[in-house]
């Protein structure tokens, strides 16, 4: 029994980081498609959704980026801009994955509450925006941060010793 007891918090942990992966990358094919009507829009928002990660990414992100590419941003489309994109998002989702994974979850429970708040905050601000075609694009993170949500709030339960 306390078997799967501690397999259905394992279970809720990887559903949280799957679900803030997701969003990540659906802001990230959104943005590098220009389904969110700019590319400043999906950048901003990946700058919330990624925070302490995309600080990092403005300071050295670009200069690594443009070297690849050969010139200023925006000169090339495809694979390089979703991952010039999403790296920060993707680095969020492996330190999320690592901190909810270890002995003291306390630090990845803080990190995936602040994540999911992320995640819904860039979902109402799609949502509630101005522009009607953009806003279909604030359900799928509003879904993902309530998923986060209930992942998070199974994954508090202690595992009983065994």
């Not at 259905?8 to 590098?32: D, K, N």
């Amino acid at each position: 029994m306390s078997r799967n007891f501690g397999m259905s918090t394992r279970i809720a942990r990887a559903i949280t980081v799957i679900a803030y992966g997701a969003a990540v990358v659906t802001v990230t094919w959104a943005t590098v498609g220009n389904l969110l009507g700019d590319q400043i829009y999906g950048r901003l928002l990946m700058v919330l959704l990624a925070l302490p990660v995309s600080i990092v990414d403005w300071l050295v992100g670009d200069m690594v980026f443009n070297a690849l590419r050969g010139g200023p941003a925006g000169t090339s489309s495809g694979i390089l801009d979703f991952i010039a994109l999403g790296w920060p998002g993707i680095a969020m989702v492996i330190v999320l994955a690592v901190l909810l994974t270890r002995h003291r979850r306390r630090p990845g429970l803080v990190a995936g509450w602040l994540l999911t708040a992320a995640t819904f905050i860039c979902g109402a601000a799609i949502l509630l925006d101005s522009w009607s075609p953009r806003r279909p694009w604030g359900w799928p993170l509003l879904a993902y941060a309530l998923i986060m949500a209930g992942g998070l709030i199974v994954s508090r339960r202690r595992e009983p010793a065994a």
